[in-house]
Structures are given as C-alpha cells and as structure tokens.
C-alpha cells in the first residue's frame, strides 16, 4: 500500500470515529445514566479517620481534608413484630457488624415482603420474572439523605433537560420509595422498563447500601448502548455507598444474586424547581460512570483517531448567557445535561477543554469578508475568550476592509474538528455589532454560539492520557 493510501485510510477511520463520538453525544444516549461512590467513615470506630475528617457538617456528610467526600454509617428504622400484637420498634447499621448486626439484618429480612413489579397498571407477583424483598416507604425510615450528599444535584445537572414543554426545570425532587433486599442464590429481576408514577416524574435513583454478596449487577440500557454497575464486594469494595440514576424510559435489569444479600433504597425522581448548579467537580459523582466516558476513552485509544492531534468542537446544546459578564463568570459551573458530560469526561482524560463563542462556517455574514480559503478549513472564526458584547464604528462612512472590521474581535481562525453542528437559532447570543453611518445607517448584529473547544494530543503522546482512569 503506498503512503499516500495509507493516509487516506486514516483519515477515513479518523473520520469515521469522529462521526461517531459526534452522533453519541448529540443523543440522548450520552446522558441517559450516571452513577457514583461515597465512601463510610465511622470516625467512632475509626479514630485514625476521625483526625483527617471535617466534622463541621450534618452528621450524614463529612468531607476530608483531601476534599473527598464521605458519610457516617447509615441506618434503617422499622416497625417489627415482636408477638401476636406487640410492636416494637427494630434498628441495623450498615456496614452490618457482628453479631448483634447480623441478627438485626436478618431480623429486617424477615419482616419484608414478596417484591411484585408493575404491569398493566395492576401490581403482579411473579417469582419467574422478579424475586425480591421489599419494604414500602411508609414501613421503614433512613437517616440517608441524597440531597446532604450532593447526589440530586449531581443528578439535576447530569440528566435533567433544559426545558420541558417548555418550561425550564432546574431542580429535582427525589422521593423514598421502597427498600429492596435481592438474596442469594437466586435473587434477580428481569429487563423491565419502570412506570412512571406520574407526569413529572423523569428517572430513578437508586441506593446500595454497604452488605457482602456477589452479583445483582445492575444493567441499564438506551437504545443501543448500556452501562453496567457492578457494587458487588469484591469488585466495589464494603465500605462505600453506592447509586445509579436514569431515565424512566431505559431499561434496566438486576442480574441473578450469587451470593448474599443486595440492599438497596430506591427513590422516584420528579422534576421541581430550584438549583442544579454545581462547580467544576462533582464529588459524588464517578465521571467513569458516564457512559460517553468509555467512548472517549476508545477514541483516544485508536492511533488513527487525530493522529497529529488538534482540535475537537462540541457545540453547547443548552441556553447560557457567555456575551455577559455573569456569563463568563458562571460557565463552566453552570453546564448542563450533555453539555456537562462532555465538558466532564474530557476533562477526566486529562485534557484541556475551553468554552469560547464561535461563528459557525454556515453564518450569513460574508459582507464581512467570511470566506473559505481555498480547501484549508483555518476559517472557523473562535473568540479568544467569553466576554461582553464587542460594538464597532470601524469603518465609519465609507467602509472597510473586512479584516479590520473583524480585528476589533479577539479571534483566531482555528482548523476544529467539530463532532456536532450548531443548535437551533435561540441558543445564539449577540456577540459583536457593527455600526454604519451615513445615507445608509445601519446596525448590523452578529450572533455566535458557544462550544467547547478539546485540545487532542497526537497519538504518540497520548498512551497514558487514553490508558488513564
């Protein structure tokens, strides 16, 4: 094969996994899931620990001095009956510790009932098809608290979409709904699609408390993509909470138990108003647990992929406010949904991501002199950075060069790589306005859109970057 079509073959693969990655992340699939891992500490039991905890928080958040997030022991209450009639009220701790901890779980075992699942609107027991315990809501209590934790904001920012109907939608509600025990040696539930419980209620959450056993990995599935959350012991760890969180519409199954017990709280997620936004880092959230995250990861990988590095484009798909000072202050803090894994994930892989106004090649402004320069593609017009609106008289009466009207804009002409075309016209913002005066007096407004701007290393020195994590 000569080189040249050795290179055109690259190119074509290159090209190929760019189409790709760019139909991923403008689907819903990019964002249809995300999960994470919040470590126990009992600083009781622990002293070691109890040195190298911020305690100045609720009881069931701690953050470390390394910034890592953790929460106390948790523990769930309920009534259990202690003869014919008495009641009394019965209590375990997880992690479950020996023996009065063990006797208590299996006392809460005990006390649950048969899971059924939803079908036809009618709630049906089928061993064949679930096999499961369950407590309802209104039978037990935790002193777990997703919102303390950061989990529903995580969540807000991760998977909720920017309008519905809409109507924007900035907050969540998460609302307990049952705890579930899957036993061994045969505990399962088969792929189902859940039933939403009402209008706004958008996804799941669901809660894995810190109990020995092997299996039950929770599959969760979209189209034609899945993630898998493994939270067995051996693969996990026992000391650590762990949750997943996904859209009503995916559908998602709890494979065969092999060994111990799997126990988990549930919670509806509706949508509410309030406030998802989050800084750069969202500590109860695993970026790996994102499911464009092994995407990126593959593309990286494939020496063909941007061999000689450069630049890749993702256009923002929600609204922000980047031509106003608070604007540029609140991004990248502020991103949303997709916006907000890519932004993520990249930035996992150690890459370094901007977010900059961009004039897309398809604008109508070539009065200003916007034009293609031969077959080279180093005339994607990037704003150096975020900022207010830019007005210019450059020119006055009699006009200009083009050039030295789009001087007054810090700009460079970049060759990007764009994995997603610009959104819909009411994601634009007014970035730079040009005044005419004269017979003919004019204002002339050009809108740009906001993107994240990846810069790729070449495939020679990006082994470790595709390898991390």
């Known amino acids: 094969m000569s080189d040249n079509s050795e290179g055109e073959g690259q190119d074509a693969l290159s090209q190929d996994i760019s189409w790709e990655l760019g139909r991923f992340i403008a689907s819903k699939s990019s964002t249809f899931a995300c999960g994470g891992a919040i470590p126990i500490v009992d600083p009781v039991l622990d002293p070691l620990q109890k040195e190298t905890v911020d305690t100045t928080g609720s009881p069931s958040k701690r953050r470390r001095k390394d ?17 014919n009639e008495a009641v009394g009220v019965a209590k375990v701790t997880f992690p479950v510790t020996e023996p009065d901890g063990e006797a208590s779980f299996t006392k809460l075992a005990q006390d649950s009932q048969p899971a059924g699942f939803g079908y036809q609107g009618k709630n049906v027991l089928d061993e064949s098809y679930r096999k499961a315990a369950k407590m309802d809501r209104s039978d037990f209590s935790s002193d777990f608290c997703p919102y303390e934790l950061g989990i529903i904001d995580t969540i807000a920012q991760v998977l909720l979409p920017n309008t519905r109907d809409g109507i924007s939608t900035k907050g969540v509600r998460a609302e307990l709904y049952k705890l579930n025990i899957y036993s061994s040696p045969s505990g399962f539930f088969k792929s189902h699609v859940d039933t939403p419980r009402s209008e706004a209620q958008f996804g799941s959450l669901v809660v894995c408390l810190p109990y020995k056993h092997e299996g039950g990995q929770l599959i969760v599935r979209h189209t034609k993509h899945a993630i898998t959350y493994d939270w067995s012991t051996s693969k996990a760890g026992a000391d650590a909470v762990h949750w ?16 111990g017990h799997r126990v988990t ?15 750069e880092h969202a500590p109860a959230m695993q970026v790996q647990t994102l499911p464009l995250y092994d995407k990126v990861q593959g593309a990286l990988a494939e020496p063909s992929f941007m061999n000689d590095g450069g630049l890749l484009g993702v256009y923002l798909t929600h609204a922000y406010a980047h031509s106003t000072r608070a604007g540029r202050k609140a991004l990248p803090s502020v991103l949303k949904g997709a916006d907000m894994a890519v932004y993520a994930v990249f930035r996992a892989h150690g890459l370094k991501v901007w977010i900059r106004p961009v004039l897309p090649r398809d604008s109508t402004v070539d009065e200003y002199g916007y ?15 975020l900022g207010e609106l ?5 020119g006055g009466y009699d006009g200009v060069d083009a050039e ?10 970049v060759d990007v790589n764009w994995l997603t075309g610009p959104g819909p016209a009411e994601l ?25 701007l990846v810069e790729v290393p070449a495939a020679s020195e990006r082994t470790q970057v595709a390898e991390r994590g």
């Open 67 to 83: 910034d890592t997030l953790s929460t106390a022991p948790i523990s769930i209450r309920w009534d259990s009956p202690q003869g």
């Open 244 to 259: 997943a969180a996904f859209y009503s519409d995916c559908e998602h199954e709890v494979r065969e138990l092999t060994q």
């Open 265 to 279: 709280l549930t919670y509806n997620l509706y949508y509410a108003p309030g406030v998802g936004d989050l800084a």
């Open 371 to 385: 034009e293609p320069h031969g077959d080279e593609e180093f005339n994607t017009r990037v704003g150096v950075h």
């Open 390 to 394: 830019i007005v210019t008289d450059q």
């Open 404 to 413: 030295d009207i789009w001087d007054e804009w810090s700009h460079d002409r």
């Open 428 to 452: 634009e913002e007014a970035t730079f306005m040009h005044l005419t005066y004269g017979n003919e007096a004019s204002i002339d407004t050009v809108y740009m859109h906001a993107a994240l």
